[in-house]
């Protein structure tokens, strides 16, 4: 792929007439598309009856996209098999919580892990592959569409199948499976691994062993079926392989995306949802080591479907949605749809034409994004995503954990994780989000927080951190169970106490209890379970408990340990509460300072400022976004050049409209 | 049937010692009960089993009745199965969305389609039919009882093959039918009509096409199961044939009725519903063209049913039901029911006599309607319902259109069409509600929401009706899909677009979005989806909207076409918003002053003017109604003769108390 | 069983290793534990393949205990049956009323009336008596555990055989129950008892007398399976027998302790639910007419599991719970449960110690009761609860009624009950809660509110009670449904009226319709259904209503008869309304009153007073309790003794703190 930035959109010419192409290219070059995605749901068109595969018409249209300069992502079509692969054969169907069977007429239906779909997934994979081998087009590949986007486990027999011998594998006797998920109780023992159930509804919570490893089951099943297609695609193709996740579908992406090329991700959020795009950003810029990412799908004006309807976004969002997404690090941002379906069941969508083939309001927006790129582009491509100093981790299991247990209280985890990163960002604290597998090289401070089971590999990681001199800040809800969801028989957080120079003594429910946590002179109440915990010798207690239950015990300690130190944040202040924000932001701005943070900045709430590193006059570039429809200002710290329009620009508190922006080139000395 | 105002009941006999007869006749004598509706439920007790049928006992009943001058609506009780038409046969049984078969024990439960009871329901039809074959009691017959109040689509296998069946001689060929519903997409694509899903619930909504067809076929397949009804009983009986609906049943009502002899319908609302009851009796006297209709059910004081208690009416409110339904165009009103029930699920129905059989509170609120009905029926049986100027389209098929597409956000098609009559209601606009096959002579405007479909019968008569002077106002929402439920790939609104002079440039969802329309001076923000247009020469702008999305574009025109006018409402005011309501209020003015109509009436939010028409003293006969619990007022604009008093009454202001009325004949010169 | 207050915790030792046991002895004397609850889920451990059994685990660890001078209650372990018991028997599974199966994993999963399921459970149940025939430790035992907790009715056809039976034996012949059950309505009529449907789900309402007989059938169902259990156990242990309720299981409580030796009662709340502790403790005292009961279960500290977290009790709380229950009767409060569970689904339930052997918060809480029960320890075992002159009845039959018929308006009959109980209290009236069944000796006034269905049998002891002088107050929504939950034909409250020289003339949903009632100078709106009455010659009329409706007729009634008095309530004054509560607790008071009740407390709302009787010292023992968290005072009627700190106290308003307490020894003469 080429070092550029990207201008994408979704497109599936095979729903029109092959005439339409010379005009559909036409409208993509006045909108300043110069990438497409497509094929992914196509597999009716290219294999209509089994074995009778044509994939001529997609090269064809690749070749027309080609000549004018417009780049594939060529997709393999495996979320929608066509109605011959499951008519007569509804066990290869996937089956709900509830223990229905779907049927066909959307997508996802059909078991992944069914051996059938998994043939029949793998003989189209390798014609498309085929069909593509050296197409100078095609810069990259996509596999299937938002995998477990609609389905998440399924319950099929079949997958019973797997998941015993998935069992077996991990577990190797029935007797250490046993012994680790505790079965004893409730007289849940299992002879035999045929014996295991599958979490389907019953009249009580499943053992949360059972629950948490069907979860990651399933997981590794679907990485499994799209490393599959990987390995076809990589026999005839030395295009780069992605996939195009959401944060909250059932899905490792951690794991997934270490088996691919490179990250991408879909995001749909009205207007108020900056946050959210700076957050997934964060995370999907951090999954692979790289640095970068892509923007598969976002709309062009608004969302939709049969049953829902969403607002319009008021103009300038989708500009600062792209603008953020390349200023973060990604190197394409991809429009879901080109053209509005006129049958399906999304034909409420926005996209950049209309089913008539007229402009939308969304094409519109995107040449104004397209303005906006192109002004960009020489200096985001002479320029790196500059690497923060802090990172937080981000894993895949613990949100596993937490739909078994719920100690989030009802929320999701990544929506738990979106809030802890929105303090940080108020407070001008850049960083990193990462998987629990990533290097912790270069950053000064790391933070675990709910991170339910800790690895010794983690572990083990973030102690050498320290060492060499690093601040690990750890907690809440982190190290409080098992690699097999228990509770650990040694102590509340197991190695973590020792090693943070702390006794977690008590830990439970603390919302509402009427604990007080008083930290830095603030104080705010206390949420979710937390530990009540006593310092060893030479721990410093930074915060305590004014409580009822736990009074004057500790619920913020630090702890010198090589050249570094280790933190133990063991109680929340209250989500969602103006005493708890202010705590946790004073809370991160002290271990900032303790550890060495010094790239941060100022500006008002709603307002980012994102930098990025390169050479000579693009030595430190800054781009600050407004996500917000009010005025907002921030502190510029040195005179610069605008990148955009290219005038000068004095250091100094600088003014931005509603969902307004700048890129300045700073004069760093 | 005779020239009078039916007062009935719902009287179900069987369930009583016949003994109870007399005592039961002298009840309803006192009461004023001129007909009874009787058989719906009971067909263990004509057929107790199969083949042994034996009708005598209601005979008998309807005999005793007629010699008392009570006349009687026969039913068919096919409702209700016994038990032996789906012992052991569980493929008899009705199918829901969820796949789940229901079971014996309440009502609807067996499958209208299904060929057996097709049989059987024949059967028991004949056998009724013959039994009162030339009865002179017997004035009317009714078809079974709430078709499709209970359950909706049926999902059964019986019900796939006919669904097949249907398609296939609705389509022809199934590329005919994938071409239609752009099966292409996520390849839904069928080889043949029998590998067709039913929409069972499956991870995505299914396809807009299949959701609305299917519910098309099956609000066809039971006017089918109706009609074999109707014909069977036309062999025996000239009496006329009616059935019993209530507009939020999965029905086409309007192809219903076209196949039966009058409308019947049933409501049930709180003592705030009367404005429910005005739409209902506007839809029900234009279903069938002839100007009336009967009501076949309402409570004498409350409903309820085991699941579900409704409290009580305050007095004064089922005499204005009575009064406004017969006002509007009712022959009939009829109570549920005659006694409460001692045993099944609705003891907590109110009734005119309690279960052992005294009268109850509602006794006594009938007696005052009988009082009421008995002064007005001289001079509602030589005057007939005014026909109102102005014509609002209502359509059963555009209902189901919505079912599918959410594009009424979150409400039924007929919740929103009852906001668009309230509001004519409260201007004193007096309408019918037409259903889309009605004739349009005689009228002078006619007002087409919400109808996403136009067909194009219904396009040229209304075409016609605006050459010969009428002015025809479309949207919102109206001609935005096409006869299979997909989006036109000509335009936003396919041939109204060129016939109205306008091009909708942007269809999109303005709820929420900051789009604020203007017209008349007026101001108000946007809701639903809308389109912003533009307006061809020769169109005039009447409306235009503010809006950082689409600013400046129109979203209500109007052109001079033949003699009359073609106007488009694009974009709708808030719904429940003041200001929204303000300002189609003013629209509706606006056309309707435009279009010469001159039969309006003034009154208080809450007072109904209805008119009718006849000879000399009852010329022009006034009934207003004030359907609130406070004071309300309305302007007499003539002298005249209070009919209920015969006390003479001046022109002016009137006063009417907390659910109050008059009925004046008017003195018009 | 002895004469002391046991103090006891649930205990899995089958959980952990054996040589945890010589620590948790330690532990449960520290904490002041002197009887352990074991054995209930262990049904694995005890026969881990088809009869291969082996209890002598357990007797060790009772042996152990009772070396320790603690004792035991063992229970069968029936609730969880191994896997082996369902694995390839999907047929032994409970289904619910959609029609699902369970699967193992949980608990109750099992259909008790499976016959394999009952033999199983047999053998087990009696290989545990034998083990421990004659074990000195073992001074009682509980059956199963909380059953009906997670499944109510089950719907296999299993359950179906045993239900068409129950019926032959209830009703003879089919006809009989067509009749009684009224199933001409509907054409519901079956043919045979074999056609009689399990209640499913289906489109409408089940026939009330289906549902409520079949509601009835399996709490009778599930009471015969614990009977079964209690049969065998009594062939070798005379330790008497119980089982551990909530009072919102789908059992028939009052049934079940007939049949076993002693009362016990689950309960979980919130440290505002005090007074949902007293309403229970009022309740199972009275259940067997032993005036005592057992606490099996509650809360160290939270409760909780894998779906639910639950906030930490405030300090203070637990002591409260235990003292109340002791005082009113209580001989053995427990906790659930003794060491938090490192697995399963359990987890975030608080417990003495936690997973990893530490003293948790309620460890601390525990020992606080400890120090209370062994001062009251004394004086309880020399008192015992004075008996109350007032009775309430309640009835599992009602409540499963009020299921059927939703005539509480969507609250649980319990819930209902408990506002009625709470009223009471706050107006200082002591009462016993009675099963329909108790004698009523001893009483001075009876309370009969909810009781749809009144039994010849009740209504001759309740008419004899008046006979002798009590005062009887009938109502509301009393006697209003037949025993086959059918409208009475005769007249709406059956022989009560007669009896309580009244009629109930209508009857009718009173809830926001306007109707106010008058009595006692107070006035309050009416809710639920109410009758209106009219009085007979010598009935004196308490209360009126002011309606539209049904103005000036009677609500409040009272009839001298015999010595005693008839009183009718039949409409209730407004639920959670100021000033609904104020009317009926004046109700209450003046029916108190006339009945010459003469042992109430004066106390602010929150502070209740439990009085206890001995002999000497001990004749008036007062046990005050505030069960909020504000202050509260009562007043002290004579001076006495605090039976705690021995200090003297005097006469006169108390002050106690939140959750504040104190237990006087009071001086009467």
Chains 1, 2, 3 share one sequence.
């Not at 159930?197 to 590794?220: A, E, K």
């Not at 579908?249 to 108020?272: H, Q, R, V």
């Not at 985001?380 to 247990?405: G, H, L, N």
Request: charged share 25%.
């Amino acid at each position: 792929m080429e070092k550029k930035l990207y201008h994408c959109v979704a497109y599936y010419p095979e729903l029109w007439d092959e005439s339409f192409i010379d005009s559909d290219i036409r409208y993509m070059k006045q909108a300043g598309i110069n990438c497409v995605r497509m094929g992914e749901f196509a597999w009716h068109r290219m294999e209509p009856r089994p074995d009778e595969i044509d994939i001529s018409f997609f090269v064809r249209v690749a070749d027309r996209l080609h000549e004018n300069g417009i780049d594939v992502i060529m997709c393999t079509p495996t979320p929608t098999p066509p109605v011959w692969l499951t008519d007569g054969h509804p066990e290869r169907l996937a089956v709900n919580y509830e223990g229905k069977r779907y049927i066909h007429g959307a997508r996802q239906h059909v078991c992944t892990n069914n051996p059938e779909m998994r043939m029949r997934a793998a003989i189209i994979t390798e014609a498309v592959a085929k069909a593509f081998a050296g197409h100078p087009g095609v810069i990259a590949w996509q596999l299937d569409n938002e995998m477990k986007a609609q389905t998440d486990e399924c319950m099929c027999p079949e997958c019973g199948k797997r998941w015993h011998e998935w069992l077996r594998d991990k577990y190797g006797t029935v007797e250490a499976l046993n012994e680790a998920w505790g079965t004893e109780i409730w007289s849940e023992y299992y002879d035999t691994f045929e014996q295991v159930v599958q979490p389907l509804h019953t009249t009580y919570p499943h053992n949360s062993s059972l629950q948490t490893q069907y979860r990651l089951f399933s997981r590794q099943m679907i990485n499994e079926f799209a490393f599959m297609q990987a390995e076809i695609i990589r026999r005839y193709s030395s295009a780069p392989i992605t996939h195009d996740v959401h944060t909250n579908f059932a899905l490792d992406a951690e794991a997934l995306f270490k088996g691919l090329d490179f990250t991408s991700m879909n995001g749909y959020t009205d207007d108020n949802g900056y946050c959210k795009w700076l957050f997934d950003f964060d995370l999907y810029r951090g999954m692979r080591g790289d640095n970068r990412f892509f923007v598969t799908e976002t709309s062009p004006n608004y969302s939709g479907n049969l049953d829902c309807m969403v607002r319009h976004h008021r103009p300038g969002f989708v500009e600062i949605e792209a603008l953020g997404a390349y200023a973060s690090g990604a190197f394409g941002f991809s429009y879901w749809h080109f053209r509005q379906h006129r049958a399906g069941c999304e034909q409420p969508h926005g996209a950049l034409l209309t089913a008539w083939n007229k402009p939308s309001t969304g094409f519109y927006q995107v040449q104004k994004v397209e303005k906006l790129r192109a002004a960009v582009e020489p200096c985001f491509t002479a320029t790196e995503f500059q690497k923060p100093q802090i990172a937080m981790t981000y894993s895949s299991e613990a949100r596993a954990y937490f739909m078994t247990e719920r100690l989030l209280e009802g929320e999701d985890y990544s929506v738990r994780m979106l809030w802890l990163h929105g303090i940080m960002e108020r407070r001008g604290l850049r960083r990193d989000i990462l998987p629990q597998t990533a290097s912790l090289e270069g950053y000064k401070l790391l933070f675990t927080p709910f991170l339910p089971h800790v690895s010794d590999e983690y572990a083990d990681r973030a102690l050498e951190f320290v060492r060499r001199g690093g601040v690990w800040l750890i907690g809440p809800l982190t190290g409080i169970r098992t690699e097999h969801h228990t509770v650990s028989t040694d102590c509340c957080m197991g190695r973590l106490e020792k090693e943070a120079g702390i006794t977690a003594e008590f830990f439970y429910p603390m919302s509402a209890s009427g604990n007080r946590l008083k930290a830095f002179g603030l104080e705010a109440p206390a949420c979710l379970h937390g530990a009540a915990c006593t310092a060893h010798e030479g721990t410093e207690v930074l915060g305590v408990m004014t409580s009822d239950i736990t009074d004057g015990f500790a619920f913020l300690t630090c702890r010198k340990s090589g050249k570094g130190h280790i933190a133990v944040l063991s109680a929340l202040p209250q989500i969602g509460n103006a005493e708890g924000e202010k705590m946790l932001e004073e809370i991160f701005a002290y271990f900032a300072h303790l550890a060495g943070v010094d790239d941060t900045f100022t500006a008002d709430p709603g307002v980012s400022v994102i930098m990025r590193r390169g050479e000579g006059r693009y030595k430190k570039v800054i781009t600050a976004i407004n996500g917000t429809d009010r005025d907002g200002t921030y502190l510029l710290e040195f005179d610069g050049t605008d990148v955009i329009t290219g005038q000068s620009v004095s250091a100094g508190r600088r003014l931005l409209g509603p969902f307004g922006y700048e890129v300045i080139a700073v004069k760093t000395d």
